[in-house]
């Protein structure tokens, strides 16, 4: 039998389809592996190139970064179109045909700071909107840009509009219907964000309604990931009719975040809407009272408490919902969420479902809190993330005798683990994974990614990512007869390597 010898390269490429969005889904969000690997040889440059360049303004975190990111965008530009004073040559790659997510919040940052740095005569440092040519010249790249990103049959996957309070007037807010061929450039989109923060003097309501308005007409009814953000405080009644017919004229919505953008007269419209969607909708961010929404078919449910919240009323909601990732977050800095509440302890454990596998809480939970819920004998979690406060000895021991009970314990994520004698972490991580999470990571959307994939949030580094194309290399060609089997041997053998280096650190 003759030996089928694949290399690394080969496996980078969509011939391994599978492998290759294994590979590359973990590699995505790691800029400084993905920045090494397109300077190995050309053929990584061209696997690694488009994958930087899928949405580059995620990896931008200074003004700085985003000047150079605009200004490559800049010499994308066609030869025909003059702007005075370009500081550099022509790109050498068309980079804008490689962005498959479309943010117009940073591009539109962008093109002020190039603009203000490149295009204005003036040294001292001033706002933009407060200068007519500067203004001008906004306006006038603006079409240059809109016309680079959405008359050139781009085709994006997600596209974010959400124009902020550097908007000065009507000219100024980009219209993304308004150029040639935007239609072939909307047609695979299936993630949407919309929003606006608008308190300046300038009325632009009537503008951004018309400009949502024809832009869902384009997309209707595809969208399957849908997130509305509006801050303002002037009226808006049309806009928030026009986005609840956008929700309930969706054929597979799966994902709505959003805070309450419609007047109390709108509730029962609204509620309608989102009942529509009970059958698709499996993950739910919403930022208000929602007891109404109790019979929602979904399975992930992210609910941001405002104050007047009560524990009550969360034990309400649970009662009926089958979920398997449950997020639970507070608007206030109060933390002291369950003070009082211990006589309800028991009851919100019998809430929970026994389909519920991830568990996500950022305010304090007590000892007491944590081994009612774990000795509710229904409770089968595998992943518990706490958020926001310091956890000592007392509780790593509440998990570890809960991973002895149940052996589907896998993963206890926290803000702080140095608070854990080291002979106390050594002997829970025979047990089960425990690591280190940013405050921040309650506020990240899961979407529809495999439950255990977005549990895991593996952090892949250069090491484990020799580890993938080793084991993809000398494996897959013999000893696995799928993918799935390769996976789990995969994940059992990363998991035994961290678990083997948290020892030896």
């Known amino acids: 039998m003759t030996e089928i010898k694949t290399d690394i390269l080969t496996i980078l490429t969509l011939s391994y389809q599978e492998c290759y969005d294994i590979i590359i889904d973990s590699l995505k969000n790691e800029l400084p592996t993905l920045y ?12 690694f190139i488009p994958i930087l360049w899928s949405n580059p303004f995620r990896f931008i975190k200074t003004d700085q970064k985003l000047i150079q990111i605009f200004n490559t965008l800049i010499h994308c530009l066609d030869p025909s179109i003059k702007i005075k004073e370009i500081p550099t040559s022509k790109a050498f790659f068309d980079y804008h045909t490689l962005i498959k997510e479309f943010e117009l919040n940073p591009l539109q940052k962008g093109l002020r700071l190039w603009t203000l740095k490149y295009l204005s005569k003036q040294k001292e440092t001033f706002l933009i909107s407060c200068d007519k040519k500067i203004r001008k010249k906004v306006v006038k790249i603006n079409k240059y840009i809109g016309e680079l990103f959405f008359s050139k049959r781009n085709q994006y996957e997600f596209i974010n509009i959400y124009y902020n309070d550097l908007l000065f007037a009507p000219k100024s807010l980009l219209d993304v219907c308004g150029f040639k061929n935007h239609e072939e450039s909307l047609i695979k989109v299936n993630k949407l964000s919309i929003g606006f923060f608008h308190k300046s003097n300038a009325n632009l309501i009537p503008v951004i309604t018309e400009n949502f308005s024809k832009l869902q007409k384009i997309l209707s009814p595809n969208i399957q990931h849908l997130q509305i953000s509006i801050d303002t405080t002037r009226q808006h009644t049309k806009l928030s009719t026009n986005l609840i017919n956008f929700i309930k004229s969706q054929l597979c919505l799966k994902s709505l975040i959003m805070g309450v953008f419609w007047n109390s007269l709108q509730n029962k419209s609204f509620l309608y809407a989102l009942q529509k969607q009970s059958k698709s909708l499996t993950f739910l961010r919403l930022g208000c009272e929602v007891q109404q929404q109790c019979h929602l078919n979904i399975t992930h449910f992210h609910l941001i408490i405002s104050r007047n919240y009560s524990f009550v009323d969360l034990i309400i909601i649970l009662k009926n919902l089958r979920l398997i990732h449950l997020k639970i977050n507070q608007t206030s800095s109060n933390r002291n969420y369950l003070s009082g509440c211990v006589h309800l302890y028991k009851e919100f454990s019998q809430a929970i479902s026994p389909t519920l596998e991830i568990l996500e809480v950022d305010f304090v939970a ?31 021991r509440i998990f570890y005798n809960y991973a002895k009970r149940k052996k589907c314990f896998r993963e206890l994520g ?92």
């Open 36 to 47: 090494s690997c397109i300077h190995v040889n050309r053929s990584f440059c061209r696997i």
């Open 366 to 396: 007590s000892d007491t809190f944590l081994e009612t819920l774990l000795h509710e004998t229904k409770i089968n979690l595998q992943y518990i993330r706490l958020y926001r406060h310091e956890y000592r000895d007392t509780s790593l």
């Open 414 to 505: 926290l803000s702080h683990i140095l608070h854990f004698s080291t002979k106390r972490l050594r002997k829970a991580q025979k047990l089960f994974r425990v690591r280190e999470c940013s405050d921040d990571e309650i506020l990240s959307p899961f979407y529809d990614r495999p439950c255990r994939i977005a549990a895991l949030n593996w952090k892949l580094t250069k090491r484990t990512f020799l580890i993938y194309l080793i084991i993809v290399q000398i494996f897959i060609p013999s000893e696995f007869n799928s993918l799935l089997t390769f996976t789990d041997a995969l994940e059992t053998f990363i998991y035994k390597c961290d678990a083997r280096l948290s020892e030896e650190l």
